[in-house]
Structure formats: structure tokens, C-alpha cells
């Protein structure tokens, strides 16, 4: 993966963006700013169709008319111009002045082999499935509890195991976030304090390898049941590192192996609600020894301000789903006491996550 800017220059930018919004609310009538807010959804369907068609990689050789594009991806020449050039009004994709179509650098992280690509998000945020869901969340605001229960018969854990082809979507757009999220965390904490890390529920190892990769002298765990089936062996032999990692089949809700001088939960805590996370973050207590360190990688909500964050979004979509939320330090420092830890700090990254670290009192 490319390397990323150092979290004071992402800030920076985000900063930048933030105004920039603010002023081109402040110059339009007010009606018309919340008019163009209100239909960001076309433009979310819009990138879904570009992505399931595959539209950037028949333009990653250089530009090309929108006659040759739509042949060689299935589309309607006309219908296929006119989705691009809403997108290009949003800077992704490009018409040029000879009417060609040309990538931009964000219609390029729609390529599924872009070395930080966002196709299988764009993918699952469109996707039929996903917006079904989203049509129970005035229900949620309503009730303070997840709708997907009481629309589908299942919990979103266990409609996705029903229903493999859309688990599948899902985890692939998940994974499009989770792998933008290993080289800030790496970059932004020293692992290699510690001589044993435990990534609890770590998936196939994706952020366990890059810790291990950044602290040559440190051991790994990785704790999940799916290793059999995730790829994980695998992941972590190509990444050189598997002769330093341990796998444990431990469920979330199971006894938590013990020996790591730190324990490392991932978009995890936020998944569930206030008991649920209460009881994974007391049976990590009773693994680890006084002193020892929790680390949450969460998209840690500012305490105050009005200002975009990544975790403001997502913080609706866990309410939807799973009836988990994203927190405020002062509610992490709450929560980690509650299961007999202490708030060190919250670390910022180059990324969307922080790095709450919590010591065992």
C-alpha cells in the first residue's frame, strides 16, 4: 500500500474540506444546500453502477469514448454518459474536451486492483441489500434498537451467514475499509514494546502481520474461529510472518487465551451493545495480567464541534445493524473502567481509527 500522510497532514485536509463545505453552504440558499445533501444517495448509486460495470478498468489504459467504454462493459452508451457525468461533476471520472472519458485519481481507486481501491465499497453501498436495510432505520431512531431482527428474522450476524453471496459483499467492503486502516495504526503506535500482541477476532491476521512486520522482535496470537476458512494461514505466510504467530479458535464470547502483554480488539467493541461489549472487554481482563495494555482501533467520535467524522456515519449504520455505536473518549474512559482497565490516551492515526490504549488495573 502507498504510504500515507501523517495524521497532522490528514487533519489538515479534513480541516480544509470542513470549511470548504461550510462555505459553499453559507453562499447557497440554505434550501438548496440541504437539496443537494438530500440527493447524495443518486450519487451513491451512481458509483455503485460504475463499480458493478467495472467502468474504471476500461479506462485504465487512457481515455476512451463513451461508445467503447459501454460495449466492452455491457451498458447503454447514453444512459452509461450520463451516469459518468454526474460522477464527474462529483471529480470522479473525467470528459474531455474531445468527449472522451478519461479516469481521475478517485475514479482510479474504483479499479479492483488499485493498490488502496474502494470498488467493493462502492459495491456494498449500493447494493440492494444494504438500502433494504436502510429502510428500517427511522424504526431505529424511533426505538433506539437495531431493525434488521424485526424485519428479517435474524440478527445482521446471522443474515450474513444465511445469505453467503451478500456476506460476501459485505465482507469484501469491509475489507476495502480495514485495509486502509493497518499502515496508520502501525505507523502511529510502537508494538514493539510488547513480546507477545494478541489480535482478538483479528480475522485472517490482515493487522496482526503489519504489527508483527513493524516489530521484528515481537510474537503474535492471532485469536478468531473463522482461521480455517478466512485465508488466514495463508495471509500470514505470505507475509512473511507466520512462524511468529499462534492461532487460537476462541469464539468472541469464549474464555480469551491468555500470555499477550497486550491485546489489540479492532472494530470490535463497536459492534455491540453496552453489556455485550462490557463482557468481551472483562473476559480480555481476566486474560491479562495488571499492567497489561488494551488497544481498541475504533473511529473515536470528537468530544464536541459540528464538524465531518467518519465515525458520525458509521455510528448510524452499527444502530441500524447491530445496535453497537461509536464513542467518545470520555465514553471509552467509562466503558474500559467499567471492566478494570484505565485510560491512558487515545492516539490518532493518518486514518479514519484511533488507538485507545487502556492499561489492566
Request: hydrophobic share 45%; charged share 20%; glycine share 10%.
Amino acid at each position: 500500500m502507498p504510504a500515507l500522510p501523517p495524521p497532522e497532514v490528514v487533519r489538515a485536509a479534513e480541516r480544509a474540506r470542513a470549511d470548504l463545505q461550510k462555505q459553499v453552504r453559507e453562499l447557497a440558499p440554505p434550501p438548496f444546500a440541504l437539496l443537494e445533501l438530500a440527493m447524495g444517495s443518486m450519487v451513491t448509486q451512481a458509483l455503485y453502477a460504475a463499480a458493478e460495470l467495472r467502468v474504471a478498468e476500461a479506462l485504465v489504459d487512457g481515455p476512451r469514448p463513451i461508445e467503447e467504454v459501454a460495449a466492452e462493459v455491457g451498458a447503454h452508451p447514453e444512459a452509461l454518459g450520463r451516469v459518468l457525468r454526474l460522477l464527474a461533476a462529483n471529480g470522479v471520472f473525467e470528459r474531455q474536451q474531445d468527449g472522451r472519458w478519461a479516469l481521475t485519481p478517485m475514479a482510479d481507486a474504483l479499479r479492483a486492483d488499485h493498490p488502496v481501491t474502494m470498488r467493493d465499497l462502492a459495491v456494498l453501498m449500493g447494493h440492494p441489500t444494504h438500502w433494504e436495510d436502510w429502510n428500517g432505520f427511522l424504526d431505529s431512531v424511533v426505538t433506539g434498537e437495531p431493525s434488521l431482527l424485526k424485519r428479517r428474522g435474524a440478527t445482521a450476524f446471522e443474515y450474513l451467514t444465511q445469505n453467503p453471496e451478500y456476506g460476501a459483499v459485505f465482507i469484501g467492503g469491509m475489507g476495502n475499509m480495514s485495509a486502509t486502516e493497518t499502515d496508520p495504526v502501525v505507523a502511529a503506535y510502537d508494538f514493539s514494546q510488547f513480546g507477545t500482541v494478541l489480535d482478538f477476532c483479528g480475522g485472517n491476521g490482515g493487522l496482526l502481520a503489519g504489527i508483527l512486520k513493524s516489530a521484528p522482535g515481537t510474537r503474535g496470537i492471532l485469536s478468531d474461529p473463522r482461521v480455517a476458512a478466512n485465508g488466514a494461514a495463508e495471509h500470514l505466510a505470505a507475509q512473511g510472518v507466520a512462524d511468529r504467530v499462534d492461532i487460537a479458535d476462541a469464539d468472541l464470547f469464549d474464555a480469551v487465551p491468555t500470555g499477550a502483554d497486550a491485546y489489540v480488539l479492532k472494530h470490535i467493541v463497536h459492534d455491540w451493545p453496552e453489556e455485550q461489549a462490557l463482557q468481551i472487554l472483562r473476559n480480555i481482563r481476566a486474560a491479562v495480567q495488571p499492567g497489561g495494555k488494551l488497544l481498541l482501533v475504533e473511529m473515536v467520535v470528537p468530544e464536541e464541534g459540528n464538524e465531518p467524522h467518519s465515525g458520525k456515519l458509521v455510528d448510524l449504520w452499527l444502530l441500524l445493524l447491530v445496535g453497537g455505536k461509536e464513542r467518545t473518549a470520555s465514553q471509552y474512559a467509562d466503558l474500559v473502567a467499567r471492566a478494570g482497565f484505565k485510560l491512558e490516551r487515545v492516539v490518532e492515526t493518518a486514518g479514519a481509527v484511533s488507538i485507545v490504549e487502556a492499561v489492566a488495573v
